[in-house]
């Protein structure tokens, strides 16, 4: 079997994913985290991997960066390559000036101003939600590590430049923090009735320029953000 956008045969991929956005992102959690970990796809180099987390099969792939790009990998692995459940572990930026950088953010639920989830069933502005048997295991995990994470909604944004900055507007709708992704994985989730999760690390905030994490940081930090979202996975695997 394969997709354009995936090389991989039945079966290669464990029925949870954990989705960074980054291709390199990828490849640390699967050469650092996993064992026997091997690639099953590098199609674009948009690289995924299946292995073993503490003896539960998972897999790790990148979703790349921004709405479409998530839309086409957690599609095609939904639909083509029975995962079941995606867990995306990914950076965001805080709004909430009590959040701090490396602070984990749980998206319980996740809204956009982009027409491009109503193909999915879902409306601009709903707060689309997770999956909420995937979050009651993030809170178990979170609770045994010693892990705080801080539950809440996020804004979902189409742009990473824009003219106009809508910051206020989404503070205003209650909203944590703004990424890219994660509104059209729990879209495409619950159109498929799958189950979805983001757990994403602050790096920034986006009213405050230069206040943040580099780019070596966001690749090769987010350790415990990692780790919660490989304990969600492996306790996924066995139910």
Not at 96 to 105: G, K, Q, T, V, Y
Not at 130 to 159: C, F, I, M, Q
Not at 184 to 205: E, G, N, P
Request: glycine residues 8%; hydrophobic residues 45%.
């Amino acid at each position: 079997m394969a997709t354009p956008h995936i090389n991989a045969e039945k079966g290669d991929f464990a029925p949870v994913v954990v989705m960074p956005g980054d291709p390199l992102r990828s490849r640390y959690i699967a050469e650092n985290y996993l064992t026997d970990a091997r690639l099953v796809n590098d199609v674009r180099g948009v690289q995924g991997y299946t292995g073993y987390y503490f003896g539960s099969r998972v897999s790790v792939m990148a979703s790349g960066m921004g709405m479409p790009s998530m839309g086409i990998y957690a599609y095609e692995l939904y639909k083509f390559y029975g995962v079941q459940s995606i867990v995306r572990a990914g950076s965001t930026g805080a709004y909430s000036e009590a959040l701090h950088i490396n602070d984990i953010i749980m998206a319980l639920t996740a809204a956009t101003d982009s027409n491009s989830v109503e193909f999915f069933g879902a409306k601009k502005y709903e707060n689309i939600p997770a999956s909420e048997h995937l979050a009651a295991l993030a809170r178990k995990s979170s609770l045994e590590r010693n892990l705080p994470v801080v539950g809440g909604g996020v804004y979902t944004s189409d742009l990473f430049y824009a003219e106009k900055d809508r910051g206020a507007e989404w503070i205003a709708r209650g909203v944590l923090a703004v990424e890219m992704e994660t509104a059209m994985l729990y879209a495409i989730a619950r159109a498929m009735k799958k189950d979805a999760l983001a757990l994403l690390t602050v790096s920034d905030y986006p009213l405050m320029p230069g206040k943040g994490l580099d780019a070596e940081e966001r690749e090769r930090g987010f350790d415990n953000m990692i780790t919660l979202a490989l304990d969600v996975a492996a306790r996924a695997s066995m139910n």
